[in-house]
């Protein structure tokens, strides 16, 4: 884009200042989330919410790429920014307003000087009431877009923040900005006071040089790091910047929990503000908000669009996940792509959880999970939706979990007696609010479906779930929503259904669960249906299944892994 119309409007980027602060090893260093994107939601509330990280430097070309936060924006009926775009009360309306002028043959060589009135000359500020912070903070945006490229030539002249507010006034969304330009510029101002004129005069120098030269310099790595959305988060880190941070968010934080209550909002703010203990999300989840990282783009996007799925359930992967072995149990960590499951001897005497990364446009080679730096006999796995925790069953029949801690699975906690009992246990899967769901072993039906609560951080005692979903048969397998507002299971031997094993949906209308339906031949064949999984949109299902086997009513190794279409709609009311 022109550098006109990079200058029109200028937006003071305060990113840029806590930015450059934080340590360098964090920014670069890839993260368990690998996201700038967040659903946040609270047990008493039927509402959700969405915190979008912002880099000033980017605008709507990034944004436009990203499906899943255009379609959230959408969605939304109330929209929180750090600031609103105001006639009259804008940065260059206060800056224009000022008397005082700055002297900047005490900061700028003339040569500087010339090339930074030029720079910015056709931009609507008065170069000479700019403070030497302001001058800083507006040259350092101009690097990101001229020279680190984080702008297409034809993009819009607003900020990324700028832009989802006019989408959001396009909208008719209601728009709440956290604080105004008046007390941005304020602060930045105020966070260098006492700032000797010759650092001022260094640093000015420094980054005018970078921008005569058109240098490359580690700020595109930051900016490359802000697109690829490579950060780590340091939750459980201190902030070091109260003005820029600590105060700012606990102001920030008066207003943005009532609002998530009681409203679906798109928060959108500097990506630093969601970082650290002092950060939003560190701060909304010691309120009792769950806040879960959400990816960007729709997951496994690509990979469904290369898929036939006219005949129906399609094999997955073929020789690579789905071999001549048993692979059963489906659960994805959906934040990196990453597919994990079970695979089992011949004679069901040893199992192992397995990994799989989709990464660009193919899975990666199938490898056995680590706990703790150690091999375990385990199946029947589920990561929680935020990626934090992998449960499973262990050969002790009961239900493990581990903590991922640096990237990795650490020392196993068995869960308590109110969920393990005498009887084996199979098959968990967690929820939203914290819930646990897992089958049990009994005498009467082989297998029921159970549900231990998560209240006041503990579980309570695990009780079975009504008749509308157990009977006198098997069931087992149960996938259940993140809101808990549905779930499928398996059921066997049923008189009424299509095979050995068959696939069942049951809602949640007011708290009770309706009378479990068939999903059909569709999803159903004459062998083993089970261990289903949907995606986050509803649209795909992943299952276990013989349907192809030579012997279908075997479980042999003719079990492997499906994916098909899913139509939630079709089993509605």
């Known amino acids: 884009m022109k550098l006109n119309s990079i200058l029109t409007g200028i937006i003071i980027s305060l990113f840029s200042i806590v930015f450059s602060r934080v340590s360098a090893q964090h920014l670069l260093e890839k993260n368990d989330y690998n996201t700038i994107f967040f659903e946040v939601s609270h047990p008493e509330s039927n509402n959700v919410s969405y915190l979008f990280g912002t880099h000033h430097a980017f605008s709507k070309s990034f944004f436009e790429t990203l499906d899943v936060p255009k379609k959230k924006l959408q969605e939304s009926n109330v929209v929180i920014l750090e600031s609103l775009d105001i006639p009259g009360q804008n940065s260059e309306d206060i800056i224009n307003a000022r008397t005082k002028t700055t002297n900047w043959r005490k900061y700028l060589s003339q040569d500087d000087l010339i090339y930074a009135q030029n720079l910015l000359k056709n931009g609507p500020v008065n170069f000479d009431k700019l403070t030497p912070t302001e001058l800083y903070i507006t040259l350092a945006r101009v690097y990101y877009i ?142 009792g908000f769950r806040v879960l990282p959400i990816k960007t783009s729709s997951f496994l996007g690509s990979y469904f669009k290369n898929m036939d799925f006219s005949k129906g359930a399609v094999k997955l992967e073929p020789n690579l996940i789905s071999t001549n072995q048993i692979e059963y149990n489906t659960s994805f960590d959906v934040q990196s792509q990453t597919l994990y499951y079970t695979i089992s001897s011949s004679d069901w005497s040893e199992s192992n959880i397995m990994k799989s990364q989709f990464q660009n446009g193919a899975f990666s080679k199938p490898e056995k999970v680590k706990f703790d730096g150690r091999f375990y006999n385990n199946a029947d796995v589920h990561i929680q939706s935020d990626g934090q925790y992998l449960y499973y069953i262990g050969d002790d029949s009961d239900i493990w979990r581990s903590k991922r801690k640096d990237g990795q699975w650490s020392k196993l906690e068995k869960l308590p007696s109110s969920i393990n009992s005498i009887a084996p246990e199979a098959y968990p899967i967690t929820t939203n609010s914290g ?50 507002s549905f779930m499928i299971f398996a059921r066997k031997d049923d008189p009424n259904g299509f095979g050995v094993t068959d696939l069942y949906i049951s809602f949640n209308e007011s708290g009770q669960w309706t009378e479990a339906k068939n999903l059909g031949q569709t999803y159903n064949s004459e062998g083993v249906d089970g261990s289903p999984w949907l995606t986050p949109d509803y649209k795909y299902l992943f299952l276990t299944s013989t349907r192809y086997s030579p012997n279908p009513k075997q479980f042999d190794g003719g079990l492997d892994l499906y994916v098909m279409e899913f139509n939630l709609n079709n089993f509605k009311k």
């Open 435 to 484: 819930n646990l769901y897992f089958s049990r072993a009994s005498r009467a039906s082989s297998y029921d479906i159970y549900v231990a609560r998560y209240n006041n951080g503990k579980y309570e005692e695990a009780i079975k779930l009504p008749s509308t979903i157990n009977s006198d048969l098997l069931e087992s397998d149960a996938w259940v929503a993140p809101d808990e």
């Open 146 to 287: 001229k020279v680190c490229a984080a702008r297409t030539n034809d993009d819009s002249n607003l900020t990324l923040d700028g832009y989802i507010g006019s989408i959001a006034k396009q909208n008719n969304a209601t728009t709440i900005g956290l604080e105004t330009v008046k007390e941005q510029l304020e602060i930045i101002n105020k966070d260098v006071a006492g700032m000797p004129r010759k650092v001022h005069e260094k640093r000015l120098n420094s980054l005018i040089d970078l921008l005569r030269n058109n240098t490359r310099t580690r700020r595109c790595e930051d900016s490359e790091t802000y697109r690829n959305q490579e950060f780590i988060y340091n939750l459980d880190y201190e902030c070091q910047n109260n003005l820029m941070l600590t105060d700012r968010n606990n102001k920030w934080m008066q207003v943005i929990p009532e609002r998530i209550m009681n409203n679906n909002c798109f928060i959108a703010v500097g990506l630093s503000h969601l970082r650290f203990k002092c950060g939003l999300i560190s701060q909304l989840r010691d309120m």
